[in-house]
């Protein structure tokens, strides 16, 4: 579900409007509702805007959904010595839906060779790699408890919970599920206080930064470095504000409703090293590799601990897309934390050094993240690599390529995002991410700003497609 | 939550206000569209019918409707701003024409190639104009408009800002055409030189959503006892593309001659004179434009000849 689709927000805002007839009516005729009744509202109206996303997606989610609560059915009944057995039996079943939509062709083509017309294009559902890790994660955290058996409704909440069941936050049980259980659907100044700033600054990110970025990536511009390099930047830019955006709203969206979710950003192009980096961005996947991958694996206490970084990157990368293109950047993320875990207590370097060697680190990394096609992917390295290629009359030959309807735009936001990051900074030192946005008049600035310049050009969230 | 609501509304608000009412690009074309349609309605009131060229900018600067009245051709140049979109240039054309008139399309031959539609600045100007709301002929051209769509385009945007920013930085015009260049019968001319580059060679096809379109507004003005054909506007070429270019455009109008009626124009859509043009490689200079249009004066004058039979 695209929360800037203009299709979304009537069919949520209906859903609401008629809770709250039916509530206000049963409170004016002084008929107690049952107990369950908001919780089958939440759950049903979850289900109704998966389902309105597609009936591949839906009919996904509710198999793996329903196989992860029978999982822990059975786990309450399994002695807990036998339970680890178990799941390394059951966390592949899970994950078969995960690797048939979204890997069958990459291990078919590009890793057994098989013709690229073996199988035809499959469509992938929508969040499968989010929803199928929430699953996973919940599994793992009921065999750790000596015997978890949530109620069938409230499961069912926090597995569809609609303003992160798509693209994350990847919310885990000690947070969501308490939420869950005791929800009510309250209408009160304080959820509509709390969620305007997220709003006004997702729908900000997302639709007046994010997508008026995206008709000056050009991908295909390979005369020199320059546009290359730029591109590569444009597109680091767009995909923070993409997803960052995204997450803000599904932010407010659940603030709206009274659930807090987790802060999936913390204003990662602030960070002063690649490990703080990996602490701000896309925080609930980051937590999940620690806690159920890299941490099972001996953490940093073992003799082999960069092993397990380097392995947890080299699976971020593919859990991003199935390619050579992805598993490059999460190996280029893997070496960097590797040398910065051993370089940490040797090296000191002063923040803005250290700030701006992080921004080169991770920004050089989105360049095979957003070029997927690998033979393109090389033809534009060997142009980065070659010196002739930064020539100042390259340059200015790229310069003179943007006409007054390119320079102008572009310039207009890489001011807005220098300003947005100039906040976020302000912000961050006092621990407050994105707290500029709590002050009534950058409310109603940023709202300005995107009503007016916002693009309506339908671009799709990124992570979509993850 | 009450500064988000109320954000929404007053941004949105301004926002139209200075879509419809301030915008300088408006503005203009809400001038010029005024020009026109009085002179549509002045030529109307003697009881000839009349020839109506409807286009994009190129029409604007290529017809001289004027000098076409002159000669006993009645005419309207209601050639506006490409921009818009086809479907909002064919709308403001259409509000010109009564029974028995002559439409000349003269779409771009790009455009004839896409699907016809209505860009943001398009809905503002129907909007600005109110012609969105009316329901004759013109109403055929915006058949199937989305209103969502006519409704989010009241804003300015951020390449509109970013230029008004930068003119206003830079000092000058708001807009680059002004009113007092709208010539008499509604075209357009500049005092603004810019070199020309050269038009691609690249075979295109009539679009078929754009030809049925087209086709449906031709029916629907032939059941009002009006008529219409195509005339393909002039584009800058050089000298040696010359033969390619007109050989392309051949192509172009035989296959459009299967839905529509064409006008043989000699030069087959191509000049190769770069003096001629003034800031695009289409907007013909003053001096050029009267001189394409004395040439014209023989190739339309049946179409009217047939209408007074």
């Known amino acids: ?466 | 939550m009450l500064a988000l609501l109320a954000g929404l509304v007053v941004s949105y608000l301004l926002g139209a206000i200075y879509s419809l009412w301030i915008n300088p690009e408006i503005r203009f074309w809400k001038e010029a569209y005024k020009q026109k349609i009085e002179w549509a309605k002045k030529i109307s009131k003697t009881g000839h019918p009349k020839l109506v060229f409807i286009g994009g900018s190129s029409t604007a600067f290529q017809i001289d409707a004027g000098l076409l009245t002159a000669s006993g051709l009645p005419a309207v140049n209601m050639g506006m701003h490409a921009g818009m979109g086809t479907k909002a240039n064919a709308a403001f054309g259409l509000n010109a024409v009564r029974p028995g008139d002559t439409v000349i399309w003269a779409f771009e031959k790009g455009r004839m190639a896409a699907p016809p539609q209505v860009t943001d600045l398009g809905y503002q100007a129907l909007l600005s104009t109110g012609l969105l709301f009316q329901r004759g002929i013109e109403s055929l051209a915006l058949e199937h408009i989305d209103w969502i769509e006519a409704i989010e385009s009241l804003r300015p945007g951020l390449a509109h800002t970013a230029s008004m920013i930068a003119k206003l930085i830079h000092g000058g015009y708001l807009y680059r055409y002004q009113t007092n260049l709208i010539r008499e019968g509604g075209s357009i001319t500049t005092d603004e030189r810019r070199p020309v580059s050269k038009a691609e060679i690249n075979q295109m096809s009539p679009n078929a959503i754009t030809l049925q379109w087209v086709g449906m507004m031709s029916a629907a003005l032939n059941s009002q006892d009006s008529s219409s054909a195509y005339l393909i506007p002039q584009e800058f070429y050089q000298p040696v593309d010359k033969e390619a270019g007109q050989m392309q455009n051949r192509v172009f109008l035989d296959e459009l001659s299967q839905t529509l009626k064409v006008v043989n124009d000699p030069f087959l859509g191509v000049q190769t004179n770069a003096e001629c043009f003034a800031d695009t490689t289409s907007h013909l200079t003053e001096a050029a434009r009267l001189e394409r249009t004395r040439g014209l004066i023989p190739l339309l004058t049946p179409f009217l000849e047939i209408k007074k039979q």
Request: net charge positive.
């Open chain 1, 1 to 466: 579900m695209n929360f800037t689709d203009f299709g979304f927000w009537p069919r949520f805002l209906i859903c609401l409007a008629l809770v709250w007839i039916f509530k206000g009516t049963a409170l004016f005729l002084k008929k107690d509702l049952p107990g369950w009744f908001d919780r089958v509202v939440l759950a049903s109206i979850s289900l109704y805007l998966l389902a309105s996303v597609g009936a591949l997606t839906f009919g996904i989610f509710l198999l793996l959904a329903s196989l992860a609560y029978v999982g822990i059915l059975l786990l309450s009944v399994i002695p807990k010595d036998k339970r680890w057995l178990f799941l390394s039996f059951y966390i592949p079943v899970l994950l078969i839906p995960l690797i048939y939509y979204k890997y069958h062709s990459f291990v078919a083509e590009e890793i057994l060779g098989w013709s690229k017309d073996t199988f035809n294009a499959i469509l992938i559902p929508a969040g499968i790699s989010f929803y199928t890790f929430q699953k996973i994660a919940i599994l793992v955290d009921a065999a750790r408890l000596d015997s978890y058996r949530p109620k069938l409704l409230d499961f069912a909440n926090f597995a569809s919970f609609f303003p992160q069941v798509v693209a994350g936050p990847i919310e885990r049980k000690e947070e969501l599920m308490p939420q869950m259980e005791r929800f009510r659907f309250t209408c009160n100044w304080d959820n509509l206080n709390a969620a305007a700033p997220w709003l006004a600054l997702g729908f900000f990110y997302k639709l007046c930064l994010a997508d008026n970025l995206s008709p000056f990536i050009n991908r295909d511009d390979m005369a020199s470095a320059w546009p290359i390099l730029f591109t590569t930047f444009l597109f680091g830019l767009k995909i923070y504000f993409d997803f960052c955006g995204y997450s803000l709203i599904a932010l407010g969206l659940a603030r709206l409703l009274g659930v807090t979710l987790t802060l999936n950003f913390r204003s990662p192009y602030l960070s002063a090293n690649i490990r703080d980096f990996w602490r701000r961005w896309h925080v609930s996947l980051s937590y999940w590799f620690r806690d159920y991958v890299y941490i099972p694996l001996g953490g940093s206490r073992t003799r082999y601990w960069w092993a397990g970084l380097l392995l947890v990157f080299l699976l971020s990368g593919i859990w991003h897309g199935a390619g050579w293109c992805f598993l490059l950047w999460g190996a280029l993320h893997g070496i960097y934390c590797v040398v910065s875990h051993v370089t940490k207590d040797h090296i000191r370097l002063p923040s803005p050094v250290g700030w701006a060697i992080t921004m080169v680190l991770v920004f050089a990394a989105w360049l095979p993240f957003y070029e997927t096609r690998w033979p393109v992917l090389s033809h534009k390295l060997a142009i980065l690599c070659s010196s002739s290629s930064y020539s100042s009359s390259l340059l200015r030959q790229y310069a003179m390529s943007f006409d007054s309807w390119h320079y102008l735009p572009i310039t207009l936001l890489i001011i807005l995002s220098l300003a947005t990051f100039t906040a976020e900074a302000f912000c961050s030192r006092k621990k407050d991410h994105y707290g500029y946005a709590n002050h009534p008049v950058a409310i109603i600035i940023l709202i300005t700003l995107t009503v007016w310049f916002g693009s309506t050009k339908g671009n799709d969230f990124i992570y979509f497609s993850f």
